[in-house]
């Protein structure tokens, strides 16, 4: 586990750990990538949303469980459940010349996971994501 | 990310290398920006070769949309080309092969976008 203050300038440290942890328990460096996508997406939206206070911080851990890399997400900011968004609000579904430019963070998370599962917890907004831990 | 470029008669190809997130994003944007001009009907098409690029989050998919919205309505022709298993898996789930053409090799891109690049990209 690792805790990261919730700035941007600190995304290139929460990609370095990703993918180092994920190299660790064994996995693929497609593996990894897919991980550090989805830490990705998940730190940047606790961030762009304000949901993040000034000085929290947000705090990953990864494991391998039965085939399965599972990426655990906590940060301090207010409720929010990333994945409450209609599917038919999704961006990439609007035909081209409608589609906004942005949006597709936790359309990519979404698919990326094998389950996902958001959880209020002792002030914490806590997501958990499974994906395959295969070695393709 | 690095961006490197090559021309093959009327078509550009655009090589970014290594990765485009939320920290680069920017970068990548300013980069290809001059080249947008260019693109238009009767002028240059755009090639993205991404077999270098190893990782692009939404962040870089932003970028490309906002290339999508500059170029479409002057009638510039943009196609994405090669790209590596995880950008392409990205790319799949984002449905951009409604956005851009997406080819499995540099070649059979520009063979689709310029006969004359075609035989100047066979010449290389």
Redesign the interface.
């Known amino acids: 586990m690792a805790d990261f203050p919730a700035r941007?300038?600190e995304?290139?440290a929460v990609?370095a750990f990703v993918e180092r942890r994920s190299g660790e328990l064994g996995t693929s460096r497609?593996v990894a990538?897919?991980a550090?996508?989805i830490a990705?997406?998940l730190f940047?939206n606790c961030l762009r949303h304000g949901l993040a206070p000034e000085r929290s911080r947000v705090r990953i851990e990864l494991q391998c469980v039965d085939g399965e890399l599972e990426l655990g997400f906590e940060d301090e900011g207010l409720a929010f459940d990333p994945f409450t968004r209609p599917l038919a609000d999704a961006p990439?579904?609007r035909?081209?010349?409608e589609?906004?430019?942005?949006?597709?963070?936790v359309?990519?998370v979404d698919?990326?996971a094998l389950r996902r599962d958001y959880r209020r917890l002792d002030a914490r907004n806590c997501v958990r994501i499974w994906l395959p831990a295969g070695t393709? | 990310m690095a961006l490197s470029t090559s021309r093959c008669a009327d078509v550009l190809l655009l090589r970014p290398k290594g990765r485009i997130?939320?920290?680069n994003a920017e970068e990548f944007a300013d980069a290809v920006k001059p080249y947008l001009a260019d693109c238009k009907a009767g002028g240059d098409s755009l090639i993205f070769d991404l077999s270098e690029l190893?990782?692009i989050?939404?962040?870089g998919?932003?970028v490309l949309?906002?290339v999508?919205?500059n170029v479409?309505p002057n009638g510039g022709k943009v196609a994405l080309a090669q790209p590596q298993?995880?950008v392409g898996?990205?790319l799949q789930?984002?449905?951009f092969k409604?956005?851009f053409p997406i080819h499995d090799t540099v070649a059979a891109g520009i063979a689709a976008l310029s006969p004359d690049a075609a035989a100047a990209y066979a010449r290389t």
């Open positions: 941007l300038d995304l290139t990609l497609d990538l897919r550090a996508l990705e997406e940047v990439h579904l035909p081209p010349h589609r906004p430019i942005g949006g597709l963070g359309v990519l698919s990326f393709a | 997130d939320h920290n190893e990782y989050s939404s962040a998919l932003r949309m906002l999508s919205k479409g298993r995880v898996e990205i789930i984002s449905r409604y956005v």
